[in-house]
């Protein structure tokens, strides 16, 4: 079975800052890992994800997460905070193989201000 | 089609009625999910159809939530004698799986249920 845990339900930064939003998985399988980012009354768009290779993966919009497998973590993280990033970001993780149901985390919603 | 469609994209019912909510995924993926999103709420897991195997029906709150999926392709969530705690975002994913992994996950826009 797998789960997702969010730390943080908001996270607020300066626009310049850095972010960092954090996912932790347990998964009884090896894992793959997501995260996806929902803007206001719109549906869920993949920023990243981690299947099997490199542990750094990079996304859109300058989004990067690593894979630590012996920390069962996969934080989300962006060197410098646009206004276009406040949004909502969901962190998922399924087993690998293939037949298994995606789970997601509950959200951390982000503020940018000036 | 280029995405995954969902319809209606918005649907005020009234408290008792019955409600269905279709999805049709992009052609050829495999596997279907429907998930729920209530108001500052994340994601909850529904049901999942993978292939001609039987769904994961494990995430369906009660028995007036049922779901079909005719000929691998096109599915139905049907909400029975609707509730006020039934009003939320009602999400479809597609995705292609086989054995070997899961190749990405598509979502709708998804239909926002009111229940008033």
């Known amino acids: 079975a797998q789960s997702v845990t969010q730390l943080g339900s908001h996270v607020s930064v300066s626009e310049g800052a850095l972010v960092l939003l954090r996912c932790n998985y347990s998964?009884?399988?090896?894992?793959?890992l997501f995260w996806y980012v929902q803007y206001p009354n719109q549906g869920l768009q993949l920023l990243l994800k981690?299947?099997?290779?490199?542990?750094l993966v990079k996304g859109i919009n300058g989004f990067e997460a690593e894979f630590k497998k012996s920390e069962t973590s996969f934080h989300l993280t962006k060197p410098s905070a646009h206004m276009s990033d406040a949004a909502e970001y969901f962190c998922?993780?399924?087993?690998?193989?293939?037949?298994?149901?995606?789970?997601f985390g509950a959200g951390t919603r982000l503020a940018v201000h000036p | 089609g280029a995405g995954v469609s969902q319809s209606p994209s918005n649907k005020v019912t009234e408290k008792g009625k019955d409600v269905e909510l279709r999805c049709d995924p992009i052609?050829?993926?495999?596997?279907l999910y429907w998930y729920r999103q209530s108001l500052g709420q994340g994601l909850e897991f529904l049901i999942y159809?993978?292939?001609?195997?039987?769904?994961?029906k494990s995430g369906l709150p009660s028995d007036r939530f049922s779901a079909e999926r005719t000929g691998g392709s096109v599915s139905t969530l049907t909400i029975q004698r609707t509730q006020q705690e039934d009003s939320a975002v009602y999400l479809c994913?597609?995705?292609?799986?086989?054995?070997?992994?899961?190749?990405?996950?598509?979502f709708g826009s998804g239909t926002r249920l009111t229940v008033v």
């Open positions: 994913a597609s995705s292609l799986t086989d054995g070997r992994g899961n190749y990405g996950y598509t």
């Open positions: 998964s009884s399988v090896p894992p793959y």
């Open positions: 981690y299947t099997t290779g490199a542990t």
């Open positions: 998922a993780v399924t087993g690998s193989g293939g037949y298994n149901k995606l789970i």
């Open positions: 052609s050829g993926h495999t596997a």
């Open positions: 159809f993978q292939g001609n195997s039987a769904p994961d």
